[in-house]
Each structure stands twice: as C-alpha cells, then as structure tokens.
C-alpha cells in the first residue's frame, strides 16, 4: 500500500476484511470500529483547532473518578468517543480515564464483541497554553475466537473482568496526535503505521507505512523534578546519560518532556528514544502515574509492533494482567538497546550487584577520582 494515496478505509479493508489471516481470524467488524473511533478522532481536531474560540477552554469545575479536575475538553471529548461508538452494534462495553465504571452499551443499541478503552485527551495540561494533546485507544475482544463454546452473557461480556486481561490481548491499539497535523498511528497487529488527516477532505492518508524505531538512541524523556523519588536503577541511568561523552555511555544525550505520552511516543516513533514515567516514592501507594489500560498497554503495543520494547523496569507491560480498571503502572519504553540496558540496570539493583554508579563529581575529568578498590 503506498504511502501519500491509501485512505484509513482502504487499508483497513486490505488489512482486514480482504486478506483474513491467523491473526486477523474472526476479525470481521475490528476495521468498521476502526472507522468510527477515526470520526471522533475527527470531531475532536476539529474542536481542538478553534481553540479559545471554541469555548472549551477551562475547567469543568467537576472531578473524575482519580480526584483529578476536569476540563471542558476532558468532558467534551469523552462524549464524542461514546457517542461515536456506542450506536454501531460492535461493542459490547467502553472504558474511559474520564468514567469511573464500565460503560455497557445502552440497551436500545446492539451489543457486539469489541470492548474499547480509551483517554480521550492525553496531555490535557496543555489545553489552556495551545501545547500538543492526544487521544489514545485499546481494542480488546469480549471473548477468545478460539473458544467458540465461550458462552458469556451479555452482562458478563461487559462487566469490568471483561475488561481485565493483559495487553498481548489486545487486537488493535493506536493514538491520535493533534499536533501542528492530526495523525491517527494503529496498529491491528501487523506493525504500526501513521495515518495524516487530509483536513479539507476529511480522510486519514497513510503517511508512514511499517513505522520502525531506531534500536539505539541519544534522547530521553522523564519529568527531572522527581528525581529524588526514583528508584536508583533510574537515577543511575538517567545521571549517565546527563554525564553524557564525560561519563560512561561516552556520548552526549538530550531530554524532552513535553507533558504529553502521546507526543513523547510519537516522538519515539518517529526518531527513536526512551520515554520513562517510572514508580516513585513520592506517591508510594501508586504504581506509576499512568494507567495501564488506556494508556500503557496500547502505546506499549505500538512500540513493540515499531520494533522497540516496553517495561515496567522488571517485566514486558503488555504481559501484566490488570487488577483494576484505572490501575496504574511504571512505564519505560522506546528504543530496544536503551530499555534492555534500564532493565539490566533494574535486575542489577533488585540482585544487589547494581555497581556504584558515577555522578559527574567522580567522571573520569574531576578532581574525585573514586578508589574502588578500597
Ligand atoms: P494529563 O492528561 O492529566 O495532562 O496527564 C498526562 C500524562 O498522563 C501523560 O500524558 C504525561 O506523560 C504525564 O501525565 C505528565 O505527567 P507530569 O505532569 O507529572 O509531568
């Protein structure tokens, strides 16, 4: 399919409905559920670029089910995503950051065999200051093709265990970036690959085909104001890489943090890097800030099917079965040598073999020359 001509329709029927393999079997209605979560990814760029025009801009004045405050736009955009989706008979339930419970299909709708979760705008502390939001989804099924004798209810389809099962079920995942470009980047299993919205005529255009990222890299991200709450095997890779060509890693390293998973990941995807949002004490009782189903698990299936890895430090995210629908999960993703080395470091840490890492005060160019052999 080539890049610049092929719509989101057309490769979606290729993919999908024409060319039925293993892991497409019994797919039929994934590529129409694609389509519509793509009409509200539309409404939602559209709404987005009149910006303060708009009137969506400010709090809500409400809370969500995480005591965060809500904005307008947090509100407004979930309903675009249920109202699209919830009317075309292919889902059985939808989850959302910005819903505390299941929602299960109205029953003056037909229920189908997806189940949808979702953050309907990532990055929302952007909003007010025009900075790059997105939306990020995750396509699970109610239950395994295989096991056509499954005979759950309706109710059972699309109660909240439905909901809990690990991210390798997933069968499709993908991110909108609404960026100086709205790009739709999803993945149905069989690599990932970006979509550009052709705004006058409203069609997502295949743009980047087969997306891979770089198995090395000189950029990462985290939020360097909570430093002092990592666990050590982060803050000794993250002192290394600001050592830079004067520490052990022998080269420099530049960060981000844009405020944003969404752009972080589109960022990786596109030049490589290493995105980390890692547990810390500052909020001990949490796994991490971000969730595990609408967030985690579907940008972790994007970057492995980009060729890149996704850990919590000390296990594959997409292997971690969820205890709860808005359960959190420390997050280190992006290029494969660069997180196989945090994860080498946190196996290290957790073994006690974790060597006493360098701090500039002891590079190879200062006046502290350590004596390890003491
Ligand atoms: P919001 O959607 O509440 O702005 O949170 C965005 C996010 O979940 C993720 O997209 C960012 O990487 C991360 O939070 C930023 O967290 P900090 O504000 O702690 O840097």
């Given at each position: 399919?080539?890049?610049?001509?092929?719509?989101?329709?057309?490769?979606?029927?290729?993919?999908?409905?024409?060319?039925?393999?293993?892991?497409?079997?019994?797919?039929?209605?994934?590529?129409?559920?694609?389509?519509?979560?793509?009409?509200?990814?539309?409404?939602?760029?559209?709404?987005?670029?009149?910006?303060?025009?708009?009137?969506?801009?400010?709090?809500?004045?409400?809370?969500?089910?995480?005591?965060?405050?809500?904005?307008?736009?947090?509100?407004?955009?979930?309903?675009?995503?249920v109202q699209?989706c919830e009317w075309d008979g292919l889902l059985a339930?939808?989850?959302?950051?910005?819903?505390?419970?299941?929602?299960a299909i109205p029953s003056g709708y037909p229920r189908g065999?997806?189940?949808?979760?979702?953050?309907?705008?990532?990055?929302?502390?952007?909003?007010?200051?025009?900075?790059?939001?997105?939306?990020?989804?995750?396509?699970?099924?109610?239950?395994?093709?295989?096991?056509?004798?499954?005979?759950?209810?309706?109710?059972?389809?699309?109660?909240?265990?439905?909901?809990?099962?690990?991210?390798?079920?997933?069968?499709?995942?993908?991110?909108?970036?609404?960026?100086?470009?709205?790009?739709?980047?999803?993945?149905?299993?069989?690599?990932?690959?970006?979509?550009?919205?052709?705004?006058?005529?409203?069609?997502?255009?295949?743009?980047?085909?087969?997306?891979?990222?770089?198995?090395?890299?000189?950029?990462?991200?985290?939020?360097?104001?909570?430093?002092?709450?990592?666990?050590?095997?982060?803050?000794?890779?993250?002192?290394?890489?600001?050592?830079?060509?004067?520490?052990?890693?022998?080269?420099?390293?530049?960060?981000?943090?844009?405020?944003?998973?969404?752009?972080?990941?589109?960022?990786?995807?596109?030049?490589?890097?290493?995105?980390?949002?890692?547990?810390?004490?500052?909020?001990?009782?949490?796994?991490?800030?971000?969730?595990?189903?609408?967030?985690?698990?579907?940008?972790?299936?994007?970057?492995?099917?980009?060729?890149?890895?996704?850990?919590?430090?000390?296990?594959?995210?997409?292997?971690?079965?969820?205890?709860?629908?808005?359960?959190?999960?420390?997050?280190?993703?992006?290029?494969?040598?660069?997180?196989?080395?945090?994860?080498?470091?946190?196996?290290?840490?957790?073994?006690?073999?974790?060597?006493?890492?360098?701090?500039?005060?002891?590079?190879?160019?200062?006046?502290?020359?350590?004596?390890?052999?003491?």
């Open positions: 399919m080539q890049d610049g001509r092929t719509t989101l329709s057309k490769f979606l029927i290729d993919t999908l409905d024409r060319q039925p393999c293993a892991s497409t079997q019994g797919m039929a209605g994934l590529s129409a559920l694609l389509i519509d979560v793509a009409a509200a990814i539309k409404s939602i760029s559209a709404m987005l670029t009149k910006g303060a025009l708009g009137g969506h801009y400010g709090s809500a004045q409400t809370v969500n089910t995480h005591g965060e405050e809500q904005k307008k736009l947090d509100v407004a955009t979930n309903e675009i995503f699209q339930a939808m989850v959302s950051e910005e819903m505390e419970d299941v929602y065999e997806y189940l949808l979760a979702f953050d309907p705008l990532d990055g929302s502390s952007n909003i007010d200051i025009n900075g790059v939001v997105g939306s990020i989804f995750s396509v699970l099924r109610t239950r395994d093709p295989a096991d056509s004798a499954a005979t759950e209810s309706a109710d059972e389809s699309a109660n909240e265990a439905a909901f809990l099962r690990p991210g390798c079920e997933q069968v499709a995942a993908g991110y909108a970036v609404y960026g100086p470009s709205t790009m739709l980047v999803l993945s149905v299993g069989n690599g990932t690959h970006g979509f550009t919205l052709e705004r006058d005529i409203g069609n997502f255009v295949l743009t980047h085909s087969n997306i891979r990222i770089p198995d090395d890299t000189a950029e990462f991200a985290i939020n360097a104001s909570n430093e002092r709450f990592w666990e050590p095997p982060v803050r000794r890779y993250v002192q290394e890489c600001k050592d830079g060509r004067s520490g052990c890693r022998a080269r420099d390293f530049n960060m981000r943090w844009i405020a944003s998973m969404v752009a972080e990941v589109h960022r990786i995807l596109m030049r490589g890097g290493v995105f980390m949002y890692p547990r810390d004490s500052k909020t001990p009782a949490m796994e991490g800030r971000l969730r595990l189903l609408y967030e985690a698990n579907p940008m972790s299936f994007l970057i492995e099917q980009a060729g890149g890895l996704a850990i919590t430090g000390r296990e594959r995210i997409l292997d971690v079965r969820p205890h709860a629908l808005h359960g959190r999960v420390p997050v280190i993703l992006g290029s494969k040598n660069e997180v196989e080395r945090i994860a080498r470091y946190h196996g290290e840490y957790d073994r006690g073999e974790d060597k006493p890492f360098t701090s500039p005060l002891f590079g190879t160019r200062s006046l502290f020359l350590p004596d390890f052999t003491a």
